[in-house]
């Protein structure tokens, strides 16, 4: 299918294949956009000028925008390690703080088991004691 538009003072029409009218649209608008932007600077110009200027300015917007995009992506790894070390630190903290209750509970019921059976040998040395005084 034909698509046709218009670049800087030029008109261009391109083959595109069925469903890609719009991004061929797409990309001409920005080229026209560029060239617009050259235009109003520099005036006039050879066609072929005007659009080796603007692609070269696409080309650096778009590895601008690639290299915003690598930072953003080594940011968000960062980030996500940062967290992932967070949980697993909280994690071990409440494990300990577990095992140190868990410790101490422990502790409470071996000497609550051994004060009973200390009060149970004094009490079964008393029964004895109270027959023999009997």
């Known amino acids: 299918m034909d698509v046709s ?5 030029k ?10 009218e719009r991004l061929v649209r ?3 608008a920005l080229l026209d956009e560029e060239a617009q932007k ?12 005007l ?6 300015m696409l080309a650096d917007r778009h590895s ?3 290299d915003r995009a690598l930072m953003a992506e080594r940011e968000l790894a960062r980030m996500r390690s940062a967290a992932s070390g967070m949980v697993a630190s909280e994690v071990q903290d409440a494990m300990a703080e577990l095992a140190a209750r868990a410790e101490a509970l422990a502790q409470q019921a071996e000497g609550a088991r051994a004060g009973a059976a200390d009060a149970g040998a004094g009490d079964a040395g008393k029964e004895t004691g109270g027959e023999q005084q009997v």
């Open 5 to 9: 538009f218009t670049i800087g003072h």
């Open 11 to 20: 008109d261009y029409t391109v083959q595109s294949r069925d469903g890609e």
């Open 26 to 28: 797409r990309a001409a």
């Open 38 to 49: 050259i235009l109003e600077q520099a005036g006039r110009m050879p066609e072929g000028r």
């Open 51 to 56: 659009l080796l200027l603007a692609g070269l």
């Open 64 to 66: 601008s925008m690639e």
